[in-house]
């Protein structure tokens, strides 16, 4: 008997209450002020193809003029400790991850799997146990983590909801992505470090995998990872929270290695031996506009394939874990029936793909 397919029947996805980029804006170029630096920032800032980014935190102007949270939580001079921002997550991640599983209106007592993936908070018990008993769901619902894979982490859970539906063709397997990213902003003055931070948002989303044939079919996973490379995408845990470094080499290593996939396309290859314009959807992660463009240019694809992606940057930033999750809500939403390919990238350098098909 051949294994029974999975299929993505439905995303629903959850942002904090307050949209934070215009004033990450203004409280790093309070920063920067009298530094040749901040005429790159604002450069920059300008070209990345973000309008919104959202976070728990309420950005406020001070008296003096520096924007800053309400809550003082990023003081000048005197950013929080690790233990701290774990604190705050553990007081958001839960409210958040049942928003947006009760945005998927689905019935709750007969989720039989339940994974959650996260890389910018820790806690014991855990958000999968956390939100078990928010949610209601049967105790002996069978629970994984992927920690702290970052951003590829939505192709690893949902590889793992499609093994558990082809194996246990009953399955009802809810996965959650889940990300606080605006928890882990730096104190310093590194360019290279406050474009980085420029990027990221907060956000969850919460998805029903099932072998209903409805919403998304899941086809063939790869994954593989760049050679020497593992030095460019870095997230290191310190004293003041969890540092990331992100080289400006990464876009065009991934461009590189998009336009060696094309040349050899090989049937193992990333676009698994079929000519790039053979597949209607593409659901890339919004690492950024740079990784887009580098996806766009490295594949040969004309202007308006990566649409869908570019919405949700433009929208949320990234997001992590759920950024991509939020694209393929908009695909289930409004893309016409047909042949999809998925990608993300995070670090490694590594690439996760799948294919999918679109009803």
């Keep these: ?21 215009a004033a990450f804006e203004t409280f790093v170029g309070s920063l ?29 102007q ?16 005197a950013f929080p400790s690790t233990s701290r921002r774990m604190a705050r997550y553990a007081e958001v991640a839960p409210e958040l991850g049942e928003r947006a599983v009760r945005g998927l209106e689905t019935d709750l007592s007969r989720i039989t799997h339940l994974v959650v993936a996260s890389c910018t908070g820790f806690m014991a018990p855990g958000l999968d146990q956390i939100l078990v008993r928010r949610l209601g769901l049967d105790p002996g619902v069978e629970r994984t983590v992927v920690g702290y894979m970052g951003c590829y982490a939505a192709v690893n859970s949902l590889r793992l909801a499609h093994h558990i539906v082809r194996s246990t063709p009953e399955a009802r397997v809810l996965v959650i992505t889940m990300e606080l990213c605006t928890l882990h902003f730096q104190d310093t003055l590194d ?51 969890f540092d990331m470094h992100l080289s400006g080499q990464v876009p065009q290593r ?15 290859g990333v676009l698994r031996g079929a000519p790039a314009d053979s597949y209607e959807i593409f659901a890339v992660h919004a690492g950024g506009k740079a990784i887009l463009d580098a996806v766009e240019t490295g594949l040969g694809l004309a202007k308006d394939r990566l649409d869908w992606s570019r919405g949700v940057l433009r929208d949320f930033g990234n997001m992590s874990s759920a950024t991509l999750m939020f694209v393929l ?8 029936p047909g042949r999809g390919l998925a990608m993300a990238f995070g670090p490694g350098l590594a690439c996760e793909t799948f294919t999918f098909t679109k009803l």
Aim: aromatic share 8%.
């Design 62 to 77: 001070n008296p003096d003029g520096f924007m800053a949270d309400r809550e003082g939580f990023y003081a000048p001079g």
């Design 32 to 60: 920067l002020e009298g530094r040749r630096e901040a005429a790159l920032f604002r450069r920059m800032a300008g070209r990345s193809g973000i309008e919104r980014r959202f976070s728990s935190f309420e950005p406020v």
């Design 191 to 241: 360019v290279e470090k406050l474009l980085s931070m420029l990027l990221f948002g907060d956000g969850c989303a919460a998805a029903l995998v099932t072998a209903e044939e409805s919403g998304v079919a899941l086809h063939e996973f790869l994954s593989f990872a760049l050679p020497e490379s593992d030095g460019l995408i870095t997230w290191d845990i310190g004293d003041t929270g």
């Design 254 to 268: 991934i461009q590189k290695a998009m336009a060696d996939e094309l040349s050899r396309n090989a049937p193992d």
């Design 1 to 21: 008997m051949m294994p029974a397919t999975a299929y993505l029947n439905r995303v629903s996805t959850a942002v904090p209450a307050h949209d934070v980029h």
């Design 329 to 336: 809500q908009r695909i289930l939403a409004g893309a016409t």
